[in-house]
């Protein structure tokens, strides 16, 4: 008799499986990698004069000059004055500026070992889901968390540190770290897979449970 994680099994069903694997995770990189292109091309003059934007988008950063950035911010535009703006910001460090203050040479060995492990993990993960319409968290979790994870690594291999352009606030008095796409999506895939992790823990009691009689 076969085990329950591999009923329903069929080679369609698992290829479906990882095209939608893909399919989710490069929408979100390329999301991800072309509003950090118009952030740029918007709210810095990194483009100022150049025959290519895409290859200054994809080449190393000139080293830091204007007030410790790389590229030369312009002028925010503001949503919402209250709460919201578009701002260039540079982060070296990891989602919403984690470990940006760590020493280079400690910092930038470090993403590229959790970036790889995190692409390693959640393939692993991935290829242990069934398609059981209880998994449907994960299933959509896992992929935001790659595309996230691999769009902001993508940053960190062409110029060294992350672009950020979305910043929140509350009434200039509090604020929250500046973030991008890729910060985003990996958020609401880590909600997801936490609603994941509480609805198959409840499925399982239940299962107990009716099995106990």
Not at 55 to 79: C, I, L, M, Q
Not at 138 to 151: C, R
Request: charged share 20%; proline share 4%.
């Amino acid at each position: 008799m076969l085990a329950p994680a591999l009923r329903g099994y069929s080679p369609r069903r698992m290829q479906r499986k990882y095209v939608f694997l893909a399919v989710v995770a490069l929408v979100v990189i390329v999301l991800d990698q072309y509003t950090k292109f118009l952030t740029l091309d918007r709210l810095t003059g990194a483009f100022d004069g150049a025959s290519s934007k895409v290859g200054v988008f994809f080449s190393a950063a000139p080293e830091a000059g204007w007030d410790s950035y790389h590229f030369r911010p312009k002028e925010a535009v503001t949503v919402s004055e209250s709460f919201f703006r578009f701002r260039y910001a540079e982060n070296p460090g990891a989602a919403f500026g984690l470990f940006r203050n760590l020493p280079e040479n400690l910092r930038g060995p470090l993403f590229h070992l959790v970036s790889l492990g995190a692409v390693v993990l959640i393939a692993f993960y991935y290829s242990k889901l069934t398609g059981a319409k209880v998994e449907r968290w994960a299933k959509w979790g896992l992929p935001l968390v790659l595309g996230g994870a691999i769009g902001n690594y993508l940053d960190r291999l062409s110029r060294g540190f992350v672009i950020d352009f979305l910043e929140a606030h509350w009434f200039e008095k509090a604020y929250w770290p500046a973030f991008n796409v890729a910060d985003s999506a990996i958020v609401v895939g880590v909600g997801l897979l936490v609603v994941d992790s509480f609805v198959r823990k409840e499925s399982k009691v239940e299962k107990v449970a009716v099995a106990r009689g």
